[in-house]
T-cell receptor, first 111, second 116 residues
């Protein structure tokens, strides 16, 4: 079946850029999403990209999509302590908008 | 403000007991979803409903049941048949209007269920 994989942990210094990577297996993916989860909370949609796009920028967030390699990344510029959270990559699968989630990347931002 | 409300925030279950988790949305969304989150894992789909009075099993439906009598509400019952219910449960909803990719799922704040 479809699968989404992410590295589990990333540590960056405040003010640096963070890059969170994701790979997926479904070659028919149309939309890919990034969600953020803060401790004890639900998931907050950050951004998404359509499969015919290579890049999407939204303020401090840049999403890059390499459809050939089935690789997605989320870059956070000028990372702040408030960016510390778990980031999930998700892929649409199936006709009912089922989301396949990666295990999440825990981002730790230190001074 | 429109949103998804899950209650309670914390819930404890005794052995052999059924418990029901509430999910209410005032976003006028057609589709609703229940996910289970375990530490270090992604979310796994339990049940989903695309319209009122209709719902489908997800990947891990065993030991759970749902109903969708109203558009706004999609309660999840964790039955005694679910032997490992301790997890964080998340409810989501989305509209069915517009192109499918422009209908992202929006999530509630979750219910943490533990065994007594």
């Amino acid at each position: 079946g479809e699968d989404v994989e992410q590295s589990l942990f990333l540590s960056v210094r405040e003010g640096d850029s963070s890059v969170i990577n994701c790979t997926y297996t479904d070659s028919s993916s149309t939309y890919l999403y990034w969600y953020k989860q803060e401790p004890g909370a639900g998931l907050q949609l950050l951004t998404y990209i359509f499969s015919n796009m290579d890049m999407k920028q939204d303020q401090r967030l840049t999403v890059l999509l390499n459809k050939k390699d089935k690789h997605l990344s989320l870059r956070i510029a000028d990372t702040q302590t408030g960016d510390s959270a778990i980031y999930f990559c998700a892929d649409i699968s199936g006709g009912y908008n089922k989301l396949i989630f990666g295990a999440g990347t825990r981002l730790a931002v230190h001074p | 403000d429109g949103g998804i409300t899950q209650s309670p925030k914390y819930l404890f279950r005794k052995e052999g007991q059924n418990v029901t988790l509430s999910c209410e949305q005032n976003l006028n969304h057609d589709a609703m979803y229940w996910y289970r989150q375990d530490p270090g894992q992604g979310l796994r789909l339990i049940y989903y409903s695309q319209i009122v009075n209709d719902f489908q099993k997800g990947d891990i439906a065993e030991g759970y049941s749902v109903s969708r009598e109203k558009k706004e509400s999609f309660p999840l019952t964790v039955t005694s048949a679910q032997k490992n219910p301790t997890a964080f449960y998340l409810c989501a909803s989305r509209t069915s209007q517009g192109a499918i990719g422009n209908q992202p799922q929006h999530f509630g704040d979750g219910t943490r269920l533990s065994i007594l």
